[in-house]
């Protein structure tokens, strides 16, 4: 496991550190927010442990990055602070837990554990082509990081061109796997709505997954 530990109070990461360490992970440290959130957006953590009160840029504001970023990317947060409002605000940003100073190593340890049975979700909760991620279980979708704004149609329909990435997919069968009509050839419903999923899955990026077979249908794979 690859452990990022963003944390400013030396005594806290020295021991948080050996204790990964000693189970035989792999320990990362950063001393402030932006070098935390510069390794969290580039180093490929297994878990997140961040602290609230840093120096340069509060964890709350890593956390919001990370989360915008990386939105599976699972975070515990740490902090002196025991309010209840600052456990909800941490959720509320998408922390998968929070964990109040002083505990014991054992107890982060579980926390870990736990965070990464529920997070990154099941294989079967999360489609992916490429950098085209869905997670199923949160509900969202993504592109090379980014979260997409989709509308209930245009998830169903991109949900449908994942689970089938690679085949064609004609019109009438989107429009009736989707849509629960039958095709009439006059429709352009189908057209439409693959325009709309276009523009926000393929247009800001040079890789285009979405493909047209003219006068059949569709096709969703990543093309060299
Ligand atoms: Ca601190």
New binding site residues.
């Given amino acids: 496991m690859k452990v990022l530990l963003v ?3 030396p005594k806290t990461a020295v021991f948080v550190k050996r204790g990964f360490t000693e189970e035989g992970h792999v320990v990362d440290v950063a001393l402030d927010g932006p070098d935390g959130l510069h390794l969290a957006l580039t180093g490929c953590y297994d878990i997140v442990i961040l ?4 120096p340069k840029l509060d964890g709350w504001s890593v956390l919001a990055q990370i989360k915008l970023r990386l939105p599976l990317q699972p975070v515990i947060l740490l902090s ?1 602070l025991d309010a209840v409002q600052h456990r909800v605000k941490g959720l509320d940003l998408g922390a998968d837990d929070y964990l109040v100073k002083p505990f014991a190593f054992s107890e982060l340890h579980a926390r870990v554990r736990n965070a990464l049975r529920r997070g990154p979700p099941r294989e079967a909760d999360l489609l992916r082509l490429a950098d085209l991620d869905m997670d199923l279980a949160r509900h969202r979708a993504s592109r090379a990081g980014q979260l997409l704004d989709l509308a209930p149609q245009e998830y169903r329909l991109l949900e449908y061109l994942l689970r089938h990435a690679g085949e064609v997919l004609t019109r009438t069968r989107l429009a009736e796997q989707i849509w629960d009509i039958n095709f009439d050839g006059d429709s352009n419903v189908v057209d439409v709505a693959v325009r709309r999923l276009r523009r926000k899955v393929d247009d800001p990026s040079e890789h285009k997954l979405i493909h047209t077979l003219r006068g059949v249908g569709y096709v969703l794979e990543a093309r060299p």
Avoid: I, N, R
């Fill in positions: 944390e400013d109070e602290d609230v009160m840093l002196a």
